[in-house]
């Protein structure tokens, strides 16, 4: 049977809350990520690209992880815990020669690195995929039906279970819906900017996104917990509560919740 590995993602700041590049990583090293022009394949992190399919998109691939990363503390970039999958490294290079195949220009506000990281943890993990936030810019869509996920590693335990959902992204506007979910987490995990304890208990969400990381969404929920996630200090009793950080700040209600940046709810 294949081996189960978590799916993560980093926000790598580029220029505050409002532009990220986003990094997948599976496992314990492997990382994957889209660049603008071709890989620099360096002995100290192994890494180089899985090939130009189209004239500028280009996925490079590390088996060792990205060199000399900094953690949460001293860079501010965060790990999200995306899921989990049972996806083997065959199944991703194939999945990644059909993106490419389909991807082929590098566009800061239509297929970008955000896209690719989307899409790729969308099919690793599968309908339980939980990304950091909607996209900041990008043209995609996407739809699951009802899918869970458990992830436990030395640092982090974490169950996601939903219902199912769908979304849209055009340049910088976005929208999601899901239905029934619910999800529960504890880790203690400082230098990727996670720790503390969560439960979240939800009846629905639609989720709407403008520029500059202006968000809205209406969520009935009983959302519960304190401490950081994906570097943002979050704090929640029954669905009242904020959330702030590098990556912006946020407010919530048992309602629902507006937001700025990419702060998640």
Avoid at 149 to 163: D, P, Y
Avoid at 197 to 218: D, Y
Avoid at 245 to 256: E, H, I, K, Q, R
Wanted: aromatic fraction near 10%.
């Amino acid at each position: 049977m294949p081996e189960k590995r978590t799916v993560r993602i980093e926000d790598e700041y580029l220029a505050g809350p409002f532009a990220k590049h986003w990094i997948v990583y599976v496992g314990e090293s492997d990382v994957y990520e889209v660049t603008r022009g071709p890989g620099k394949a360096s002995s100290a992190n192994k890494s180089s690209s899985s090939g130009k399919y189209g004239s500028k998109m280009y996925i490079n691939y590390a088996r060792d992880g990205r060199p000399a990363r900094r953690s949460w503390m001293t860079s501010g970039n965060a790990m999200t815990l995306v899921g989990s999958t049972y996806k083997t490294d065959n199944e991703i290079a194939a999945f990644n020669r059909e993106w490419l195949s389909w991807n082929k220009d590098y566009e800061l506000l239509d297929t970008n690195c955000q896209t690719y990281a989307q899409d790729l943890c969308q099919f690793l993990v599968g309908g339980a995929f939980q990304m950091p936030n909607l996209p900041q810019a990008g043209t995609d869509a996407w739809a699951n039906g009802p899918g869970a996920t458990a992830t436990g590693t030395g640092s982090i335990r974490s169950a996601r279970a939903t219902t199912g959902k769908a979304g849209a992204q055009w340049k910088s506007l976005g929208a999601e819906a899901e239905g029934p979910s619910a999800a529960a987490s504890a880790s203690v995990d400082i230098k990727n900017g996670n720790f503390g304890a969560f439960s979240e208990a939800s009846i629905g969400r639609a989720e709407v996104k403008g520029p500059l990381g202006v968000r809205a969404r209406v969520e009935p929920n009983l959302d519960t917990g304190v401490g950081l996630q994906g570097g943002q200090l979050k704090a929640k009793l029954f669905g009242f509560g904020f959330s702030v950080g590098g990556g912006g700040v946020g407010f919530s209600t048992p309602l629902g919740g507006l937001g700025l940046g990419n702060s998640g709810k």
